[in-house]
């Protein structure tokens, strides 16, 4: 019968062992019958794999026969003599398998058949050398520098009864192996290892695994390196003079780099939460603010083809938007021949010119007025009524047309007797304000109302 049958019956044979309770030994007192059978082996009685031995023999026919006593002997080992190993207790079984075998490895084998009163005598030993490691694949590559991911090719396995790869990896700072992935299917010949380090250095080998089992000794190890980062940004600025924007920008990332974009964040404080504000090729970011005096922090990194991203955690830079410019101060606030009059002082030598905004309150209405482009440290407003409040704040505004805070307010409440009545809207449009010079001195019987703001207490 040829081998690889031999192997087939192995299961038969693990059964009907199986299937039996306490095995019978040899006794040091039993009775040598040489007329009991010997065991002989068919033609190709013996077949051998790396962690396996099994054995064919020939039917026995003598209904004496109760089974068979099997000596083994490791050849590697001191002991000269084989020792009782095992027990077929049944005559009819033709077939053992022994699965306690180390690779590479001679054992001598003999057998002993037996009766319910003696023993025959041992059959002549049989040498018998287990398979060696099967090797692993013949050839192994890696691809270097990909983008926080390796490649290991190899060359499908000769040997048709390998099913699977086992892929193992370990770093520079491993001291094992670690099993990382099994590919099933000889003829699957790579495998790509993802979510490494960028830049980093690790170290593969392939073992082979049989149909039955078997695994084999690791293939040539094979090292990769994973792609570096783009280069970091370098010398980033940002403005800090600028109405109503901030303009940031850096160097040139070499486009040898791989270049692709650069990502610009921002974030109000310094080691706050920064936020993706824009992905642009130019190295120039201008963010657009409503705001006057407005700070914000930007980092900015670079991005390469394979979508890797420098490091950009080690450097902000602070944005500013221009702030606003001081508030004027209210020297001198009165009312002289039905007229308001509003002075006050610069604080800001920035200032190009003067906006006034004037709140009146009737009885029945109320309104909104704003007055642009005063040149003078001087308001002059002819359009009050008689019992109505008004309300005055005087802005500073720069030659970015930038408004700074209001002054405090100043605010008058007029008598019956203070103002002209306005019979209309029209009339009341075209009331004049003069913004220049100061109003001559009052005369006659004229009441003259002079209110002092807040400001008045500062030292000017």
Same mark, same amino acid.
């Given at each position: 019968?040829?081998?690889?049958?031999?192997?087939?019956?192995?299961?038969?044979?693990?059964?009907?062992?199986? #299937?039996?309770?306490?095995?019978?030994?040899? &006794?040091?007192?039993?009775? *040598? $019958?040489?007329?009991?059978?010997?065991?002989?082996?068919?033609?190709? %009685?013996? @077949?051998?794999?790396?962690?396996?031995? @099994? =054995? /064919?023999?020939?039917?026995?026919?003598?209904?004496?026969? /109760? %089974?068979?006593?099997?000596?083994?002997?490791n050849m590697k080992e001191s002991s000269s003599t084989s020792e009782y190993y095992d027990t077929i207790d049944n005559r009819f079984a033709t077939h053992y398998v022994d699965t306690k075998i180390e690779p590479d490895t001679k054992y001598k084998y003999s057998f002993k058949t037996f009766s319910s009163s003696a023993e025959s005598v041992i059959s002549t030993p049989i040498i018998v050398a287990s398979l060696p490691v099967l090797k692993s694949v013949s050839w192994i590559h890696s691809i270097q520098g990909m983008p926080r991911s390796a490649k290991i090719i190899w060359r499908p396995h000769e040997n048709k009864i390998v099913k699977a790869y086992i892929i193992e990896r370990r770093t520079l700072k491993d001291n094992d192996w670690k099993k990382i992935a099994t590919v099933d299917g000889r003829f699957n010949a790579e495998y790509i290892d993802d979510k490494l380090e960028d830049s980093y250095v690790y170290k593969y080998r392939i073992r082979v695994v049989t149909y039955d089992g078997l695994v084999s000794e690791p293939s040539e190890e094979v090292t990769t390196v994973?792609?570096?980062?783009?280069? &970091? *940004?370098?010398?980033?600025?940002?403005?800090? $003079? +600028?109405?109503?924007?901030?303009?940031?920008?850096?160097?040139?990332?070499? &486009?040898?780099? %791989?270049?692709?974009?650069? !990502?610009?964040?921002?974030?109000?404080?310094?080691?706050?939460?920064?936020? +993706?504000?824009?992905?642009?090729?130019?190295?120039? =970011?201008?963010?657009?603010?409503? /705001?006057?005096?407005?700070?914000? =922090?930007?980092?900015?990194?670079?991005?390469?083809?394979? #979508? +890797? /991203?420098? $490091? !950009? $955690?080690?450097?902000? *830079?602070? %944005?500013?938007?221009?702030?606003?410019?001081?508030?004027?101060?209210?020297?001198?606030?009165?009312?002289?021949?039905?007229k308001i009059i509003i002075s006050w002082v610069g604080t800001d030598p920035t200032v190009i010119s003067y906006t006034v905004v004037k709140k009146q309150k009737g009885w029945f209405s109320s309104s909104t007025d704003e007055f642009v482009g005063i040149h003078d440290n001087t308001f002059v407003d002819s359009a009050i009524e008689p019992e109505t409040t008004y309300i005055y704040k005087v802005y500073g505004v720069d030659n970015n047309t930038i408004k700074s805070d209001p002054s405090i307010e100043t605010k008058f409440t007029t008598t019956k007797t203070q103002g002209k009545v306005i019979k209309n809207k029209q009339q009341k449009a075209t009331k004049s304000a003069s913004h220049a010079g100061t109003p001559s001195d009052a005369s006659g019987t004229n009441s003259e109302e002079v209110i002092k703001p807040m400001q008045d207490m500062i030292e000017l």
């Amino acid at each position: 019968m040829k081998l690889w049958t031999l192997a087939t019956l192995c299961t038969v044979s693990l059964l009907i062992l199986s #299937g039996c309770g306490s095995k019978p030994t040899p &006794s040091s007192k039993a009775v *040598v $019958d040489s007329s009991l059978p010997t065991v002989i082996l068919t033609q190709n %009685g013996v @077949a051998t794999d790396m962690k396996t031995v @099994a =054995f /064919e023999w020939q039917s026995i026919t003598d209904s004496r026969v /109760e %089974g068979i006593y099997i000596y083994r002997q490791n050849m590697k080992e001191s002991s000269s003599t084989s020792e009782y190993y095992d027990t077929i207790d049944n005559r009819f079984a033709t077939h053992y398998v022994d699965t306690k075998i180390e690779p590479d490895t001679k054992y001598k084998y003999s057998f002993k058949t037996f009766s319910s009163s003696a023993e025959s005598v041992i059959s002549t030993p049989i040498i018998v050398a287990s398979l060696p490691v099967l090797k692993s694949v013949s050839w192994i590559h890696s691809i270097q520098g990909m983008p926080r991911s390796a490649k290991i090719i190899w060359r499908p396995h000769e040997n048709k009864i390998v099913k699977a790869y086992i892929i193992e990896r370990r770093t520079l700072k491993d001291n094992d192996w670690k099993k990382i992935a099994t590919v099933d299917g000889r003829f699957n010949a790579e495998y790509i290892d993802d979510k490494l380090e960028d830049s980093y250095v690790y170290k593969y080998r392939i073992r082979v695994v049989t149909y039955d089992g078997l695994v084999s000794e690791p293939s040539e190890e094979v090292t990769t390196v994973t792609k570096s980062l783009p280069k &970091s *940004v370098a010398n980033i600025n940002a403005t800090k $003079d +600028l109405p109503r924007k901030i303009k940031v920008s850096w160097n040139t990332v070499p &486009s040898a780099d %791989g270049f692709i974009s650069y !990502n610009v964040y921002r974030s109000d404080k310094i080691d706050g939460s920064y936020k +993706l504000a824009k992905n642009m090729k130019d190295t120039v =970011f201008i963010d657009l603010i409503n /705001e006057d005096g407005k700070s914000y =922090f930007y980092r900015v990194s670079s991005v390469d083809k394979d #979508g +890797l /991203e420098s $490091d !950009n $955690d080690k450097l902000s *830079v602070l %944005g500013q938007t221009l702030a606003k410019t001081n508030a004027p101060l209210i020297s001198e606030a009165k009312i002289v021949d039905n007229k308001i009059i509003i002075s006050w002082v610069g604080t800001d030598p920035t200032v190009i010119s003067y906006t006034v905004v004037k709140k009146q309150k009737g009885w029945f209405s109320s309104s909104t007025d704003e007055f642009v482009g005063i040149h003078d440290n001087t308001f002059v407003d002819s359009a009050i009524e008689p019992e109505t409040t008004y309300i005055y704040k005087v802005y500073g505004v720069d030659n970015n047309t930038i408004k700074s805070d209001p002054s405090i307010e100043t605010k008058f409440t007029t008598t019956k007797t203070q103002g002209k009545v306005i019979k209309n809207k029209q009339q009341k449009a075209t009331k004049s304000a003069s913004h220049a010079g100061t109003p001559s001195d009052a005369s006659g019987t004229n009441s003259e109302e002079v209110i002092k703001p807040m400001q008045d207490m500062i030292e000017l």
